[in-house]
């Protein structure tokens, strides 16, 4: 889900408050996160889906030093990593 900020405003003016969010799967075949209304003039906002990127470029494993590719962390043993393959 991509960070929005809320309270926001709608394009009349008045504030948005309430945040409807779809499920993984249908925000990634709609491109849709999920969507807002306007309580004033009942105006729907979108909120685009945006594809979760790796925290890291490459991720490596303290013990043997390993590297395998983009991932969010690294492992710090080799039983950590005994399923995954190196790149």
Same mark, same amino acid.
């Given at each position: 889900?991509? @960070?929005?900020?809320?309270?926001?405003? *709608?394009?009349? #003016?008045?504030?948005?408050? @309430?945040?409807?969010?779809? /499920?993984?799967?249908?925000?990634?075949? !709609?491109?849709?996160?999920?969507?807002?209304? *306007?309580?004033? *003039?009942? !105006?729907?906002?979108?909120?685009?889906?945006?594809?979760?990127?790796?925290?890291?470029?490459?991720?490596?494993? /303290?013990?043997?030093?390993?590297?395998?590719?983009? #991932?969010?962390? #690294?492992? /710090?043993?080799?039983?950590?990593?005994?399923?995954? !393959?190196?790149?």
């Amino acid at each position: 889900m991509p @960070e929005i900020n809320f309270p926001s405003q *709608c394009s009349c #003016g008045h504030i948005i408050l @309430e945040k409807y969010v779809f /499920s993984d799967e249908v925000a990634e075949e !709609t491109g849709i996160a999920g969507f807002s209304w *306007c309580g004033f *003039c009942r !105006t729907r906002v979108n909120i685009p889906h945006v594809a979760k990127q790796p925290r890291f470029d490459e991720i490596w494993c /303290s013990q043997c030093g390993e590297g395998f590719g983009a #991932g969010n962390n #690294g492992y /710090s043993h080799c039983e950590d990593h005994a399923n995954e !393959t190196p790149h």
